[in-house]
């Protein structure tokens, strides 16, 4: 039980555009949702925290406009890179708490 | 600085050695301490979870131990294999932060045969 799942997997995007990632818990309903970036042989670094629902908490420093976050069901939360840049392209984590936080697959993004 | 620090930071053993992860915290007061496998693109992946209250937890060749008086933490791993190659991350849940939690850097294990 307790199955966080990410889609997609890994995805390369041209300097410009928008991606979207998905974050879906599969076997239970998660009120918070949780976003992280990690950079190569770094830890992970949260970037908001969500709640279906309602707005999106972000942390200092991660620019709201940049990264839209959607919690629209107890089930899923998306996170949307707009305007990705080079910069952008990292490892993006969601994680999912039912009593205990469960960490997804993650997502590799390349921008070109 | 960060509250969570890790040592080594990389680590090579040989298939079927013991080895022990450390890891020293500053956040306090602090809900629980957890230890995460991450694999190599991979999400991380529970290991154990200990509270405040708990001195040691295992979890198959895992063995976490914990001192909340000097705030440290170990990991032992038994008999290693080579699919234990992966960066073992310690985690603390601050209660300060609405129990946010607070990674460390992680160290990268490789197990060779």
């Known amino acids: 039980g307790a199955v966080v799942s990410q889609h997609p997997s890994w995805v390369i995007c041209k300097s410009g555009t928008s991606v979207k990632i998905e974050c879906r818990s599969l076997d239970f309903q998660a009120t918070t949702m949780f976003w992280y970036r990690q950079f190569p042989k770094q830890s992970l670094m949260l970037m908001a925290t969500?709640?279906?629902?309602?707005?999106?908490?972000?942390e200092q420093g991660v620019e709201k406009d940049k990264f839209l976050i959607n919690h629209a069901s107890l089930t899923l939360s998306t996170l949307t890179v707009t305007s990705a840049h080079p910069e952008d392209s990292s490892f993006y984590i969601c994680?999912?708490?039912?009593?205990?936080?469960?960490f997804g697959p993650g997502t590799r993004l390349t921008v070109t | 600085k960060n509250q969570v620090e890790q040592s080594p930071q990389s680590l090579i053993i040989l298939e079927g050695k013991n080895c022990t992860l450390q890891?020293?915290?500053?956040?306090?007061?602090?809900?629980?301490l957890r230890w995460y496998k991450q694999d190599t693109g991979r999400g991380p992946v529970s290991l154990t979870i200990?509270?405040?209250?708990?001195n040691t937890k295992s979890n198959g060749r895992y063995t976490a131990t914990l001192d909340a008086d000097t705030k440290q933490s170990s990991l032992h791993i038994t008999a290693s294999q080579l699919s234990d190659s992966a960066s073992y991350i310690c985690v603390v849940s601050a209660m300060e932060y609405g129990n946010k939690l607070v990674f460390g850097a992680g160290t990268i294990l490789r197990v060779k045969s």
């Open positions: 969500s709640n279906e629902g309602s707005k999106a908490t972000y």
């Open positions: 994680s999912a708490t039912f009593y205990e936080q469960y």
């Open positions: 200990m509270t405040f209250s708990e």
């Open positions: 890891c020293n915290y500053t956040v306090s007061p602090f809900s629980n």
